[in-house]
């Protein structure tokens, strides 16, 4: 692993599940920090500009002081760790939970502090066994330290701390799919408002944030919101988890600054493209974003920079595509995918990722029609925000982005320059 600003997974701290081992190279810091001034954990993530990590982007202090503000009608607070990644191209949450998940567990323990929640979850999705096989004992070993007691006399109420399996859905990522699971229901996403932090399982107060959200969180309260912000690029605060893979030489999980360029992401830390490879385009955040060319490489990527070029950062996932390779089927597997992981609950999302996908595998097989290209393009006017969560839109996005980028693969007027 290549990594310029090592503030999550630097060597020294993938220590596994051992909470001594953690400590010794300043683990718990960060809480002893927001235990000693709670009230400044709110201010101190709002000066750091630390965002969320699993894709909106959102201003994480936002969040919190929502969560701090909600009052709870029976006495319970829920924190949620929100670790069922499961889409394509997207791996960096099950390795800060198998190498790090200490770092992991003590940000949403902070959170707990924050929130003065009485509950805390580690929601992980079952197929990443190395995950769930560190963070099993090292919430044990959470559960019988000093610091765990120190928290449970803050909040003047035991701490409930645990593990729980996600139903491996892709739809159970979700912030209100979470919620469902947690009650005991099938992960049915649900119409917005309330938000979680207003009301979320059992009606109680919830927080949920991504993996790699409160990985960074103990750091901070350790070293400060000016330390954060200057390991970015610019304007851009903290360091990023890149997932490239794709058509590159060395594929894998890179930190680096936020604000680090798409072309030093892919030819300096990536290798390059694979030999006798030439880039054509990366889709950027995952399959359900957008696709950026070659003249886009110059593009620092956060969230701010990548939007203004239409893009999207998302989780940081980056898949190379090299000429040769067809855009339209790679778009046809991606929404193929959204397609099979569509819960059924909104007819729209259902027969429309149904549709998209059938169209799309017409169009890429050669038997497409003008009047099927047409119907895509309408679908994509009718579909978006038709569905209780953002899955349709997904699927949506990718499509729109590759007609505007790639219109000659459609069979379209209007090729652009990449």
Known sequence: MNQANQNLLHPSRRVGADLAAWRKVGGGKGLLAALSAPENIIATLQDANLCGMGGAGFPTWRKWEAAVAAQSKNGDKYVVCNANEDEPGTFKDRVLLAETPHQVIEGVLIAA??????????????????????????????????????????????????????????????????????????????????????????????????????????????????????????????????????????????????????????????????????????????????????????????????RERKSSLGTGAMIVISEGTSVVRKVSEYVEFFAANSCGQCPPCKGGTFQLSRLLNRVDTGIGTADDLHALQSLCKLLPHSGRCGLIDGAVTVLQSSLRTFPEEYGLPGEQER
């Not at 096989?133 to 701490?159: C, H, M, Q, V």
């Not at 892709?170 to 119409?191: C, K, M």
């Not at 851009?236 to 890179?254: C, E, I, Q, R």
């Open 113 to 306: 502090v924050a929130c003065r929640a009485n509950k805390a979850v580690l929601y992980v999705n079952p197929h990443q066994t190395e995950s769930i096989a560190s963070l099993t004992p090292a919430i044990e070993e959470w559960k019988t330290s000093d610091l765990f007691i120190r928290i449970e006399n803050y909040l003047g109420k035991p701490l409930d701390l645990q593990l729980v399996k996600t139903s491996g859905r892709y739809i159970g990522g979700e912030e209100t799919a979470v919620i469902s699971w947690l009650e005991g229901n099938f992960p049915f996403p649900r119409r917005k408002p309330p938000f979680p932090a207003e009301s979320g399982v059992f009606g109680a107060p919830t927080l949920i944030n991504n993996t790699e959200t409160f990985a960074n969180i103990p750091q901070i309260l350790a070293n400060g919101a000016e330390w954060y912000r200057n390991l970015g690029l610019g304007e851009a605060a903290g360091t990023k988890l890149y997932s490239l893979s794709g058509d590159v030489l060395n594929p894998g999980l890179y930190e680096l600054p936020m604000g680090t360029t798409l072309h030093e992401l892919i030819y300096v830390h990536g290798g390059g493209m694979l030999e006798g490879r030439t880039f054509k385009a990366v889709f950027t955040g995952g399959p359900s974003n957008t696709l950026l060319t070659a003249k886009d490489l110059d593009v620092p990527l956060d969230f701010v920079s990548v």
